[in-house]
């Protein structure tokens, strides 16, 4: 069967271009997706769950053999130790990131889309996307010009009189430090602290699957939904992109289409490419790869925002005792580095209540440290062999650029000196610098065996403060203290230079831009330059990482591109 359209991904951008494109009757589209389906009735109960930590660490619904670095890679001196890989989550289920990520549903400050069109996206300012933030969402409880009531992924928050204390006792060393409270973060663009906003509803994950492939879409004659469905090659025709090749619960398929688009993510949808021989052409010379459209800008310039957190014990009166939420995140800070040239609210402060889904996790809150306006730029998404099989080479070479580790270093400053304040000494002690460290994600892996564990661990940290100083400075820390990030600077950088990690917002690696532009992939509409019948429609046409979660600034960017494609463009 011949299709009109194919897209490579049913992730976030996947789920919305197959339902505004399938919704138009003669349009006939195939969506493909490497994970399982989640129909209506059968969506699991860890990617239903308010808490994403059930999610997003279970090796069901992720791509295992991705490894990354973090760090930044020295190309001048050849005897410095390489950095470490670290796993990166990325989704492989339907609905992609949006059935495991953290539900945060924000959009970014309007400077960082001015910045997308000045780069050369036409037609992407911040007065053109607005209208497509809108149409994304149904807020649940705010109306007026900044917001959407009839989109298909619901948005609500936690308000501050529902929050657990721990985070009610934040709220007042915010207010204490000088940052005011704003009710609604996707409202105007400004400094403060807010409750949430998250993509949920009524205590339920609203993925992407969930809310664009409900089930009346899904009964659409002319939409076809493959998952198991791992796609292995592009197929062409001299220039033109007429179909994929793939293996479907294993055996071997091929399908063909008018127009394919890939919605894999910045780091499957440039590995595709390159194996298409479409990327810089000496690196796919190196791999025997015949160069189809020499471009040098896919796979380059990779970004995410980098993270540190500061941590602390909560008191038990602090921790999220109640049963009408699971969350662990109900409150953020929005602030201005005030760095010259560098926009306001360029930084973001994340709060959770809890770290992770056991016993142990529920004794530990911290401040999450992110660089949301990041200029480093440097990373790279590369190929390992010309086999489809294995997956590419990444280094983000987070906090490369100078004005990135400042801010960074000035956060762990400040969040670290917050907690030593006596509003958060009332629900917290024994506050450290907090490192997501291998040892740290294994424990957060659903076993029994990590249950066992950290149940005992549990009891042992609620018991004498002695022995709790004991174990928090032997099993929890990471051989660094508090007072060594606040007094010493180049314990402070090693440190940060060490813990940052990004946090699933890559983006970037087939920007789109002008014709003029050497470095941009794809135009304005998603197009593939230098081919014909091949789009890019996810965050990796990014021309600039968004201060934002970068979920909603994907379906955003879907919506916008699934009417040009409608249109004709």
Known sequence: MMFDTIIVGGGSAGSVLANRLSARSQNTVLLLEAGQDTPHGKVPAAVLDSYPGTAY????????????????????????KAPPLRTYEQARILGGGSSINGQLANRGAPTDYDEWAASGASGWNWDNVLPYFKKVERDMDFEGPWHGRDGRIPVRRIFPDLWPE??????????????????????????????????????????????????????RENLSISTDTQVSGLIFEGQRCVGVKATVAGKPAEFRGHEIILSCGAIHSPAHLMRAGIGPGGHLREHGIEVRAALPGVGQRLQDHPAVAVAAFLKPHARIIHDYSRRHIYTG??????????????????????????????????????????????????????????EPIVDFNLLSDQRDLERMMDGVRQFGAMHLTPIMQTVTEHPFPASYSDKVRQVGLHSRKNKL?????????????????????????????????????????????????????????????????????????????????????????????????TNFPVLMTAEKMADAILAGA
């Not at 660490?57 to 410095?80: C, F, Q």
């Not at 040239?341 to 994340?350: E, K, L, N, R, S």
């Not at 996790?361 to 306006?373: A, L, R």
């Open 57 to 80: 660490l279970n090796p069901a619904y992720t791509w295992n053999k991705l490894k990354v670095t973090t760090e930044v890679i020295s190309h001048n001196n050849p005897d410095e």
């Open 166 to 219: 721990h985070a009610k006792a934040v709220a007042k060393a915010f207010e204490q430090a000088g940052y005011k409270f704003i009710q609604d973060q996707n409202a105007a663009w400004e400094d403060g602290y807010f409750p949430i906003t998250i993509s949920n509803a009524y205590e339920r994950r609203v993925s992407a699957a969930i809310g664009y492939l409900d089930p009346g879409t899904r009964l």
């Open 333 to 390: 800070l929005r602030y201005s580095s005030n760095m010259p040239g560098i926009p306001a609210g360029d930084m973001f402060t994340v709060v959770t209540n809890k770290t992770s889904w056991h016993r142990v996790g529920e004794q530990i809150g911290s401040f999450i440290v992110t660089v949301y306006k990041t200029y480093s730029e440097t990373g790279s998404v590369r190929l390992r062999s010309a086999n489809w099989s294995d």
């Open 453 to 549: 564990i950290t149940d005992v661990l549990a009891r042992a940290l609620d018991g004498p403060a002695a022995l709790r100083k004991y174990l928090i400075e032997t099993l929890v820390m990471e051989g660094i203290t508090l007072q060594d990030v606040l007094t010493d600077d180049e314990k402070l950088e090693a440190f940060v230079r060490k813990a940052a990690v990004g946090v699933w917002h890559a983006s970037c690696t087939c920007r789109m831009g002008a014709d003029t532009d050497p470095m941009a992939v794809t135009d304005p509409a998603g197009r593939v330059r230098g081919v014909e019948g091949l789009r890019v429609v996810d965050a990796s046409v990014f021309p600039v990482v968004p201060c934002a979660n």
